[in-house]
């Protein structure tokens, strides 16, 4: 058959289709949904879970390194009244400058350096940061600082605490010269009144 005879072909029963529709019963009768398994059909078992696909390794968090020629010391009052300074003093002993680099620390109430925590001597309770606080959302910008060579850099902050004998533990947490670093100063222990 010639192309423009088929076409001319289903042209024609077009309608004729379209008539044999519309004379068809407007109802059909409605088949209720199965919600019981059909009589002689194993009882269908839920599936067990599959274990879980294997998920690519995870690259490990790069460790702080340790800077050999670098060491903090934590200088507080031992008795202190209102509020309490903290000055935390790297030293390095490197022939060449070192920059430090640190961020802002959510759980550190913004602040950027020194890193501390505060214990309550006794009872090792600690008391800042305070233990289930939602952290802050600071700003992520760094703050910077050269420490000359065989020089000192020094950062400071101040902490609210209540009366009482405390522990300070202090590090800085940041990167030296483009190295991730954690450099811990020794704990001191101050009186509050």
Known sequence: MKPRALLLSVLLTLPVLAAAQDAAPATLPEIPPVVAPLP???PVKPALPTPAAPTAPSVPAAAAVA???????????????????LTFTIRSSSAAPITFSVRRDNDQNCATAPQVRVLEVGT??????VPGASPRLCAQDLETRTAAARGNVTFTRELELAPGE?????????FANNLLVKVPAAPVRITVK
């Open 124 to 129: 090792r309770a600690v008391v800042y940061p």
């Open 67 to 85: 800077l050999p020629e670098v060491q903090a010391n934590l200088f507080v009052p031992r008795t202190v009244t209102g509020k309490v300074g």
């Open 40 to 42: 002689g059909t194993p």
């Open 166 to 174: 405390y522990m300070v533990e202090s590090w800085l947490s940041g």
